[in-house]
């Protein structure tokens, strides 16, 4: 530690830190624009300029190190004058377009010339002109209001590691482009937006619809990066206008993903219903509580529940003492769709609290970068702080790393374990992140069984989010087909996309007598014409608590910040208007009519092929279409990396007759069918086919139980 004078005061700083990070620390602010903790030393902007005693002339405070008994002075004349100078040189090209700029009420700019720039300019030529660019649909440009602090240069390249951003030319004709004129692709590159110190970056969905201070804003948690990062909703008009960060620079989670902060555009739908409906032939008609609630008073077979992974743990509680109180012990234990499809889980697994005290890190599983950005993230943020540090990972396409010290293995599923099982034999001080995705239940048995050693250094992560250790432990069950007939099934936070690429599910809610979804949206069609529908409240319009993914023992709330319209509830309420009524009800009990169950082409048993030409397909979560929010944001879709996973991936021995980009036709061995545009994947191992479930694209196709055989044929476009 060296002793610092900052404006004649005394301050303790670590040796070898910059002033300005002396100065943050003891709360004496210094201007800036070039300069961010998270982020290399720039010092272009010059606007940090400071007075110290061992230079004759101003020096930057951002680059300028800490030694004993140095004396700096942040607001003498000859400092405030030096920065408004600067100023001056920064207002020369910059337009006067305040009154229509989206940034205005928070610009750094703007703040700063107000307090050190002249009231008038020197300069009367013409300021010059530089062509907007197309940074895709999630980022809007104005590059006449750039001031070359290159921010968001070196986020692409240091923090997102894709050098999708650069700065060409030099003195007045230097310009920040895009790599030729591609759109960003990292599924983190939003976060250029919250960087940018002035309105050269804005976001493009939100454009010119609302100003700073017509915004309500309350704290929140972020619901799709699993890691529960601190978020800032802006709410005008009742809906989410806008998520910003509201971690400070040094805390985990001060990055978002694209999925947190556009996702919410979802929430704006216009598919939202307010009142009970009944599946009929001429579509969804009202339904009375009193019909309901006759219908669950007759029930005497079996009642099955299956949640999404978002619904809340005060939700849970509450359809707990439902099911008890209506059902008894006709009620199954409560599953939640993406826990079901592990059933062989009875261990218990943690969370990366220990991460950086490992030498190694596993992980298994593709797509790690767009399934869990912010985990990657970290991830390449451990690979930095330690030089002996090493990653393998093992999957079945190439991620994005960038680095010599990871090594990844793009094997077919059924090498994994063997592979697993030595590189744990060899390694013992390693942590593991399993992003756990769907494959045949005989493998997933066999890697969980490997990891069972290491369960406490173990991180299960799922496209929906993070698997809570606290329902792990013991998650053994049979089959949905192998258990007894449902009456009754109760789905809650779920839609046809989340359960249509899975056979047990989809028949299963075809053979019960009685169907009941919770929902936000009304879906398209309905599954029988005894599958009712109740408007179910969206996170936001309730509180919510979830269990920091970083800190043991810290729980992370959100307040209810949206007004939910008339006759939408959150699921608590619904159980209490279920039950309130049952002990008033005189009329005789009806008995709900049996409904004439669909036949699918998978219950008529597969259909004679010859077997040696197929290939094998692998039924993948769509990392933005998780849940009902993210597959209704239109901007989040338009993006590169969600664009890709609209399509059916196949690997580069499969026909190579049919280009990239060709339309195909997939047969599997039941008859189905599905047609979709092609991405050739060079990195896919022999023979191997993906699709991505969860969007509009895929939702025709239902293979059976998590892997299937298809024929592959290209489609003719009349």
Same mark, same amino acid.
């Given at each position: 530690?060296?002793?610092?004078?900052?404006?004649?005061?005394?301050?303790?700083?670590?040796?070898?830190?910059?002033?300005?990070?002396?100065?943050?620390?003891?709360?004496?602010?210094?201007?800036?624009?070039?300069?961010?903790?998270?982020?290399?030393?720039?010092?272009?902007?010059?606007?940090?300029?400071?007075?110290?005693?061992?230079?004759?002339?101003?020096?930057?405070?951002?680059?300028?190190?800490?030694?004993?008994?140095?004396?700096?002075?942040?607001?003498?004349?000859?400092?405030?004058?030096?920065?408004?100078?600067?100023?001056?040189?920064?207002?020369?090209?910059?337009?006067?377009?305040?009154?229509?700029?989206?940034?205005?009420?928070?610009?750094?700019?703007?703040?700063?010339?107000?307090?050190?720039?002249?009231?008038?300019?020197?300069?009367?030529?013409?300021?010059?002109?530089?062509?907007?660019?197309?940074?895709?649909?999630?980022?809007?440009?104005?590059?006449?209001?750039?001031?070359?602090?290159?921010?968001?240069?070196?986020?692409?390249?240091?923090?997102?590691?894709?050098?999708?951003?650069?700065?060409?030319?030099?003195?007045?004709?230097?310009?920040?482009?895009?790599?030729?004129?591609?759109?960003?692709?990292?599924?983190?590159?939003?976060?250029?937006?919250?960087?940018?110190?002035?309105?050269?970056?804005?976001?493009?969905?939100?454009?010119?619809?609302?100003?700073?201070?017509?915004?309500?804003?309350?704290?929140?948690?972020?619901?799709?990066?699993?890691?529960?990062?601190?978020?800032?909703?802006?709410?005008?008009?009742?809906?989410?206008?806008?998520?910003?960060?509201?971690?400070?620079?040094?805390?985990?989670?001060?990055?978002?993903?694209?999925?947190?902060?556009?996702?919410?555009?979802?929430?704006?739908?216009?598919?939202?219903?307010?009142?009970?409906?009944?599946?009929?032939?001429?579509?969804?008609?009202?339904?009375?509580?009193?019909?309901?609630?006759?219908?669950?008073?007759?029930?005497?077979?079996?009642?099955?529940?299956?949640?999404?992974?978002?619904?809340?743990?005060?939700?849970?509680?509450?359809?707990?003492?439902?099911?008890?109180?209506?059902?008894?012990?006709?009620?199954?234990?409560?599953?939640?769709?993406?826990?079901?499809?592990?059933?062989?889980?009875?261990?218990?697994?943690?969370?990366?609290?220990?991460?950086?005290?490992?030498?190694?890190?596993?992980?298994?599983?593709?797509?790690?970068?767009?399934?869990?950005?912010?985990? &990657?993230?970290?991830?390449?943020?451990? /690979?930095?702080? $330690? #030089?002996?540090?090493?990653?393998?990972? *093992?999957? +079945?396409?190439?991620?994005?790393?960038?680095?010599?010290?990871?090594?990844?293995?793009?094997?077919?599923?059924?090498?994994?374990?063997?592979?697993?099982?030595?590189?744990?034999?060899?390694?013992?001080?390693?942590?593991?992140?399993?992003?756990?995705?769907?494959?045949?239940?005989?493998?997933?048995?066999?890697?969980?069984?490997?990891?069972?050693?290491?369960?406490?250094?173990?991180?299960?992560?799922?496209?929906?989010?993070?698997?809570?250790?606290?329902?792990?432990?013991?998650?053994?069950?049979?089959?949905?087909?192998?258990?007894?007939?449902?009456?009754?099934?109760?789905?809650?936070?779920?839609?046809?996309?989340?359960?249509?690429?899975?056979?047990?599910?989809?028949?299963?809610?075809?053979?019960?007598?009685?169907?009941?979804?919770?929902? &936000?949206?009304?879906?398209?069609?309905? /599954?029988?014409? $005894? #599958?009712?529908?109740?408007?179910?409240? *969206?996170? +936001?319009?309730?509180?919510?608590?979830?269990?920091?993914?970083?800190?043991?023992?810290?729980?992370?709330?959100?307040?209810?910040?949206?007004?939910?319209?008339?006759?939408?509830?959150?699921?608590?309420?619904?159980?209490?208007?279920?039950?309130?009524?049952?002990?008033?009800?005189?009329?005789?009990?009806?008995?709900?009519?049996?409904?004439?169950?669909?036949?699918?082409?998978?219950?008529?048993?597969?259909?004679?092929?010859?077997?040696?030409?197929?290939?094998?397909?692998?039924?993948?979560?769509?990392?933005?279409?998780?849940?009902?929010?993210?597959?209704?944001?239109?901007?989040?879709?338009?993006?590169?990396?969600?664009?890709?996973?609209?399509?059916?991936?196949?690997?580069?021995?499969?026909?190579?007759?049919?280009?990239?980009?060709?339309?195909?036709?997939?047969?599997?061995?039941?008859?189905?069918?599905?047609?979709?545009?092609?991405?050739?994947?060079?990195? +896919?191992?022999?023979?191997?086919?993906?699709?991505?479930?969860?969007?509009?694209?895929?939702?025709?196709?239902?293979?059976?139980?998590?892997?299937?055989?298809?024929?592959?044929?290209?489609?003719?476009?009349?």
């Amino acid at each position: 530690m060296v002793q610092i004078y900052i404006n004649d005061c005394p301050y303790d700083a670590k040796e070898g830190s910059m002033i300005i990070e002396v100065a943050d620390r003891v709360g004496i602010h210094i201007p800036r624009f070039c300069y961010h903790p998270n982020l290399s030393i720039a010092a272009n902007c010059r606007m940090c300029l400071v007075e110290t005693s061992a230079a004759p002339r101003p020096v930057p405070a951002c680059a300028t190190p800490v030694s004993e008994g140095l004396r700096v002075q942040t607001c003498s004349d000859k400092v405030k004058a030096a920065q408004s100078a600067v100023l001056e040189f920064l207002l020369i090209n910059h337009p006067l377009d305040c009154p229509v700029c989206d940034q205005g009420g928070e610009c750094e700019l703007q703040d700063l010339t107000m307090q050190h720039a002249h009231s008038h300019s020197h300069f009367d030529e013409e300021k010059r002109t530089v062509p907007n660019l197309n940074l895709g649909p999630l980022v809007a440009t104005e590059m006449n209001r750039c001031i070359h602090c290159t921010r968001c240069v070196r986020f692409g390249s240091e923090i997102a590691d894709r050098k999708e951003i650069g700065a060409l030319g030099r003195g007045e004709y230097t310009r920040i482009t895009n790599a030729l004129e591609s759109q960003l692709e990292s599924p983190i590159s939003s976060n250029i937006i919250d960087l940018c110190p002035v309105g050269a970056l804005t976001s493009k969905p939100k454009r010119f619809t609302g100003r700073t201070w017509e915004y309500q804003s309350a704290p929140g948690v972020a619901m799709h990066d699993g890691t529960r990062a601190k978020v800032q909703w802006h709410i005008k008009a009742n809906t989410i206008a806008r998520v910003s960060s509201r971690a400070q620079p040094t805390e985990h989670d001060y990055w978002l993903s694209d999925r947190d902060r556009f996702g919410m555009l979802g929430l704006t739908n216009l598919d939202r219903f307010n009142t009970p409906l009944r599946w009929s032939s001429e579509g969804w008609k009202r339904l009375s509580i009193d019909d309901i609630q006759q219908w669950l008073l007759s029930v005497e077979g079996p009642v099955r529940t299956l949640l999404h992974s978002s619904v809340s743990r005060s939700d849970r509680a509450a359809l707990n003492g439902f099911l008890f109180n209506m059902f008894g012990s006709k009620a199954e234990r409560i599953e939640e769709l993406t826990h079901r499809h592990f059933p062989w889980f009875d261990f218990a697994t943690t969370w990366p609290y220990n991460l950086n005290d490992m030498k190694n890190v596993l992980v298994i599983g593709s797509s790690f970068e767009t399934d869990h950005p912010i985990v &990657a993230l970290h991830l390449r943020n451990y /690979l930095k702080n $330690n #030089h002996d540090n090493h990653i393998v990972q *093992i999957g +079945l396409t190439h991620d994005r790393w960038n680095s010599s010290k990871v090594e990844q293995k793009i094997l077919p599923v059924e090498q994994w374990p063997d592979v697993i099982a030595d590189f744990l034999s060899k390694n013992k001080d390693c942590y593991i992140f399993w992003n756990v995705q769907s494959f045949d239940s005989e493998t997933q048995k066999e890697i969980a069984q490997a990891l069972s050693e290491h369960a406490k250094n173990c991180c299960v992560l799922g496209v929906d989010g993070p698997f809570d250790p606290a329902f792990m432990k013991g998650r053994m069950q049979e089959s949905l087909l192998d258990r007894p007939k449902p009456e009754v099934i109760i789905t809650v936070g779920l839609e046809p996309a989340d359960w249509n690429s899975d056979m047990e599910v989809y028949r299963a809610l075809h053979q019960a007598d009685l169907v009941m979804s919770f929902t &936000a949206h009304q879906y398209a069609q309905g /599954l029988h014409t $005894n #599958h009712i529908l109740l408007p179910l409240t *969206i996170p +936001l319009e309730q509180a919510n608590t979830y269990q920091s993914f970083w800190l043991p023992g810290e729980l992370m709330t959100h307040e209810k910040v949206l007004q939910p319209d008339e006759g939408i509830y959150d699921l608590s309420h619904w159980m209490q208007i279920l039950q309130e009524k049952r002990h008033l009800i005189k009329r005789p009990i009806e008995r709900l009519h049996s409904h004439q169950a669909l036949v699918t082409s998978a219950e008529k048993g597969p259909i004679q092929k010859d077997f040696s030409r197929l290939k094998r397909l692998h039924i993948l979560k769509h990392p933005a279409a998780t849940d009902y929010i993210l597959r209704r944001s239109p901007a989040l879709q338009k993006t590169p990396w969600a664009q890709d996973c609209s399509k059916i991936w196949i690997a580069s021995d499969i026909t190579p007759s049919i280009p990239d980009g060709a339309s195909v036709e997939l047969f599997d061995t039941y008859g189905n069918a599905l047609i979709g545009k092609v991405k050739r994947v060079a990195s +896919l191992p022999s023979n191997t086919i993906i699709v991505w479930s969860g969007h509009q694209e895929s939702a025709p196709f239902f293979g059976p139980y998590w892997q299937t055989l298809v024929e592959v044929f290209e489609h003719a476009i009349s």
